[in-house]
């Protein structure tokens, strides 16, 4: 994607810019959507909160309708991954969270109610997942055509790891968690942590040497 006055790569700041603006959005459009969701005008009335401009007037699109457009615009870019999935379900980095996904799971099943509830465990769960989405939108792309893009996503999967690690602290100090148990979170958080960074360091390094800059 291109800066709108320049035809020059976004880096990972502009980027982070962006997704931090889109964020922003989405949290006002879930606002805008507890607070009238019973009422009966209420896409309009969200439509001109969001100044979506061409939803309004009787010119909104099904959503339906969008969601067929975008499969449609598509479905000659995913043909080649119907057999082997996306890409980015096929890089190291991702299965190792996801393996962790699973992990954190068992440990769920295996443990009592009390822990099963604490905030600092569902906090874990959360975070962990959260890093595995954010994992996904980075390396979804074989060949990493917007590494800023790509950068801007790691630096936020890294940010829910170290949350991640935080809860389990939290697990631990309060009892919910064995030190055994503990430690061998600490590694799988601090190993996918390592992969993130040594990713990210070849990913600036990739943007220099394409634009000169990073």
């Given amino acids: ?7 020059k790569a976004w880096d990972e700041f502009k ?35 969001m100044g979506w401009k061409h939803m309004i007037n009787g010119e ?22 119907e057999e082997s999935g996306p890409s980015f379900e096929r890089h190291p980095i991702y299965r190792q969270a996801l ?19 604490h905030p600092a465990m569902i906090s874990l769960s959360t975070q962990v997942s959260l890093a595995t989405a954010k994992l996904a939108a980075a390396l979804s ?4 055509e917007e590494l800023g893009m790509s950068i801007a996503y790691l630096k936020r999967a890294l940010a829910a790891l170290t949350n991640g690690l935080d809860s ?10 064995s030190q055994e148990i ?3 979170l600490r590694d799988r958080l601090f190993g996918i942590r390592g992969d993130i960074i040594t990713t990210m360091g070849e990913y600036r390094a990739e943007f220099r040497r394409r634009h000169g800059r990073g």
């Fill in 168 to 177: 389990t602290m939290h697990l631990l100090d309060g009892g919910f968690i």
């Fill in 99 to 117: 393996a962790f996904n699973g992990e954190l799971d068992e440990l769920l099943d295996n443990s009592d109610e009390k822990a099963r509830e």
């Fill in 15 to 49: 980027w982070e810019r962006f997704l931090q603006e889109q964020e922003q959005r989405t949290e006002k459009y879930m606002e805008l959507l507890e607070k009238y969701i019973d009422h009966p005008q209420r896409d309009e009335i969200i439509a001109e909160e």
């Fill in 60 to 81: 909104v699109r099904e959503w339906e309708e969008e969601v067929e457009a975008a499969f449609a615009d598509d479905a000659d870019d995913d043909s080649d991954e």
């Fill in 141 to 144: 792309n074989d060949e990493v």
């Fill in 1 to 7: 994607m291109a800066d709108s006055h320049s035809d």
């Fill in 182 to 184: 503990f430690q061998q």
